[in-house]
Structures are given as C-alpha cells and as structure tokens.
C-alpha cells in the first residue's frame, strides 16, 4: 500500500505562484510513476502533469511553460511548481502514483484547494 498526502494549496492572485507537495510513504519503491491532476467544480479530473522512474514528463498543454513537476526521492516527495497563475487553474489538485505492483494500481491522495483569484 501507498499513502499520499499533499500540501501547499491556497489562495492567491492571479500571476502568482504556489508550490504544491505530495509525500508518499507506504511500499513506496512500487511506484513506477507520480503526477498531479486537477478537478474544477462541475469538471472531469484531468491531468496537469506527471513523470515516471524512467524520465518520462508530460505536462497538460493549459500549463506547459507555468508549472513544473520535480521530485525529491530521498524524501519521497513530489513537488508541482505553479507560476502565472490564472483564475482558470482554480481547482482541487490530487497526488496521483501509479504501481508496478500490485500491476498499475492507482493511489490518490486526499486533494489540496487552490484557489486563484481574478
């Protein structure tokens, strides 16, 4: 099992930043892969960005050039850096980690509020 607590979410005005943390514990060396998706009210969850063990980054198009996904493995945290922030990225954002094993079970956590104003 994996747990995923995020932290970092707010208030801010619109250009502003946040950086958002996720910290995983648990059987952590199954994860192949973490990301954030986000959820807007009266919205689908969707992808904001995510990377896996072996390099691979994806960003959604909305935030390529404003956020940036990075991790700090000795401290199994995943960080997403948010910059010009828009009233648009207004949303619930969720840690997200994929495992090896059990065979691409999905974990998330609890969900931080981030909430831009215009």
């Known amino acids: 099992q994996v747990q995923l607590v995020e932290s970092g979410g707010g208030l801010v005005q619109a250009g502003g930043s946040l950086r958002l943390s996720c910290v995983a514990s648990?059987?952590?060396?199954?994860?192949?892969?973490m990301g954030w998706y986000r959820q807007a009210p009266g919205k689908q969850r969707e992808l904001v960005a995510t990377?896996?063990?072996?390099?691979?980054?994806d960003y959604a198009d909305s935030v390529k050039g404003r956020f940036t996904i990075s991790s700090d493995n000795a401290k199994n945290t995943v960080y997403l850096q948010m910059s010009s922030l828009e009233h648009e990225d207004t949303a619930v954002y969720y840690c997200n980690a994929v495992a090896k094993i059990p065979i691409n079970k999905v974990y998330w956590g609890q969900g931080t509020q981030v909430t831009v104003s215009s």
């Open positions: 990377f896996t063990r072996d390099g691979n980054i």
């Open positions: 648990g059987i952590v060396s199954t994860i192949k892969a």
